[in-house]
């Protein structure tokens, strides 16, 4: 008796095994979303507007201030949606003709629609991992020095005072404070490779960063004029106890603040007089830096000499000189004409009784992206 009970659980039991659901499987995971930006450049600048944009379904414009930006010149705008090469934007904005669309350093294609003047297509690849990733997109610079492995990595930001956006839309212009910082650029390119400290940082693996300032970039808030003579041990700009001074102009383009952060102790803060020491990881000295009175940079290597950029009329977006311990070396002139894209710089040899060395920088006017580079005997 006892035996049938047991032998009728057994059945029973592997009846309601046999008929049991299935476990359900676990559901696939949802991929992240992918980003990507771009820019409505208007063929003739006016007042700042917003056009009506469409995306195909499961797209979205992101929202915010930093994000759907309109200026004088253009309008941009980030995507969000499924990864995709090839996802069609259409653009309608009444009174208003799109001349060009760029989306990141290229310019896509445009598709005008008959009958409907103020109408465009473009396809905008959506690849990103984030905004911030696609920055590229609002940037306009030119990358003179691009590999850090050379000891220098230095890029020159194009502003353009019909793209300004953000912060620089309740202030003056700064046009000599953009100029003056490619004037000090120049000059610390010169200085730097003549010192030898750029080939000092190149057998270290380390390099040095030479940057502006830009006025269209509302994910980068990068203000108030300023430029950067920047060192970083390692080949990346996350190189650990990298130093990364941030020197302030005035509207003459007088150097006078310095506040120089050093990855992983915050920000110091020197004035004219205080001198700014750089150093490696291994605490050797690097370079010394040091704002002048007159608002110029002394730039003192270890072993000297000391190289002073100063400003003969103390306007340092007209010209600025550079002397080799106190003795007159170099003078830097440039000018940088944005609207149609094209850098100028002009480099006088005081010990020389040559022709000016001219270089003439070419670039796509709403990308930055050098074209041609060629040097001109004046």
Known sequence: MMLRRCGAMLLAAAAVLAFAAPAAAAPDPVPPPSYAGFRLVKAIPGEPGTPRITLPVGYELVAGAATQVASR??????????????????????????????????????????????????TLPVTWSSVNANQ???????????????????????????????????????????????????????????????????????????????????????????????????LTY?????????????????TFYNGMDIQGQGRSRFYAGDPAQIHDPENNLVVTLTIRADGGLDVDPPAGPRYSITAPDGNFAHQVDVSRDGVPWRSVVSRDHVKIGVLVSQVK?????????????????LTGVLNNTWPTPN
């Not at 090469?85 to 009174?95: F, I, M």
């Open 73 to 122: 010149a253009e309008f941009y705008s980030f995507v969000r949606g499924p990864r995709s090469e090839a996802v069609t934007v259409t653009v309608d904005w009444p009174g208003t003709w799109v001349g060009s669309v760029v989306a990141s350093d290229t310019r896509p294609a445009i598709r005008r629609h008959a009958g409907a003047p103020y109408r465009i297509s473009f």
């Open 238 to 254: 996350s190189a650990p106890r990298a130093h990364v001074p941030h020197f302030w102009v005035d509207a003459q383009g007088r």
């Open 349 to 365: 040899e005081h010990q020389s009784a040559g022709p000016h060395r001219t270089t003439v920088y070419q670039y796509d006017a």
């Open 136 to 234: 590229a997109t609002v940037q306009v610079w030119s990358m003179l020095s691009p590999d850090t492995s050379s000891g220098l990595h230095w890029r020159i930001e194009h502003n353009d005072p019909d793209r300004v956006a953000g912060p620089w839309t309740g202030v003056d212009w700064p046009a000599a404070q953009a100029g003056a910082v490619i004037n000090y650029m120049i000059a610390s390119e010169a200085v730097l490779r003549d010192s030898g400290l750029v080939a000092e940082a190149r057998r270290k693996g380390h390099f040095f960063s030479l940057m502006g300032f830009e006025t269209n970039n509302v994910l980068h808030p990068d203000n108030p004029p300023h430029w950067h003579l920047a060192y970083y041990p390692g």
